[in-house]
T-cell receptor, first 119, second 121 residues
Framework: AAGVIQSPRHLIKEKRETATLKCYPI?????VYWYQQGPGQDPQFLIS???????DKGSIPDRFSAQQFSDYHSELNMSSLELGDSALYFC??????????????????FGNGTRLTVT | AQKITQTQPGMFVQEKEAVTLDCTYD???????LFWYKQPSSGEMIFLIY??????QNATEGRYSLNFQKARKSANLVISASQLGDSAMYFC??????????????????FGRGTQLTVWP
């Protein structure tokens, strides 16, 4: 079965540089989520999109932005990188109301993550 | 307030034994879903099992079962016949709300802090 695809798997950047993370959701999934997981921590919600519009916003820094495109893939853009941005970044997708699903009973399916290291 | 609480930072179990990982949750929404995820040391986040707030029976999925006690707001994961490959971090998570609503917080997945399970031979 198709899974969520994230690229790149690993990324090394220097402070103040920019980074772009890409996510391709499972086909037919119309909702995309971004999470950040620091070392030894639980995943923290950043932002989500439903039908290409932002649907929810969590603890996403102003230096970060994201969007979902017409083909439903999503990109997380991170600028002015800081050492504290080093983390595992997950993208997840799920079925939404557009596919007849109710929100609370659809699991999020996660990609393998992008491990960002800022030096 | 923490929506998901996992009180066991680490658990140890011998191979072939059963183990229970605890999870309690906090919500005032009558509609919610509870999920368990496994995260091996390689980092990926693997969906294991789901329980809906209106489900009358406990969910089962192979060696995984969810002990759902609604009145106590607990959703413990039971792994039967543990295997060495079960060693991983396990996260309990919750989604609230019956319908997606743009601009609201409905739909995001709230995670607990996880339980590191170690299976020994």
């Amino acid at each position: 079965a198709a899974g969520v695809i994230q690229s790149p798997r690993h990324l090394i950047k220097e402070k103040r540089e920019t980074a772009t993370l890409k996510c391709y959701p499972i086909p037919r999934h119309d909702t995309v989520y971004w999470y950040q997981q620091g070392p030894g921590q639980d995943p923290q919600f950043l932002i989500s999109f439903y039908e290409k519009m932002q649907s929810d916003k969590g603890s996403i820094p102003d230096r970060f932005s994201a969007q979902q495109f017409s083909d439903y893939h999503s990109e997380l853009n991170m600028s002015s990188l800081e050492l504290g941005d080093s983390a595992l970044y997950f993208c997840a997708s799920s079925l939404g109301p557009g596919q007849g699903a109710t929100t609370y009973n659809s699991p999020l399916h996660f990609g393998n993550g992008t491990r960002l290291t800022v030096t | 307030a923490q929506k998901i609480t996992q009180t066991q930072p680490g658990m140890f179990v011998q191979e072939k034994e059963a183990v229970t990982l605890d999870c309690t949750y906090d919500t005032s929404d009558p509609s919610y879903g509870l999920f368990w995820y496994k995260q091996p040391s390689s980092g990926e986040m693997i969906f294991l099992i789901y329980q809906g707030s209106y489900d009358q029976q406990n969910a089962t999925e192979g060696r995984y079962s969810l002990n759902f006690q609604k009145a106590r707001k607990s959703a413990n994961l039971v792994i039967s016949a543990s295997q060495l490959g079960d060693s991983a971090m396990y996260f309990c998570a919750m989604r609230e709300g019956s319908l997606a609503d743009r601009g609201s917080t409905l739909g995001r997945l709230y995670f607990g802090r996880g339980t590191q399970l170690t299976v020994w031979p």
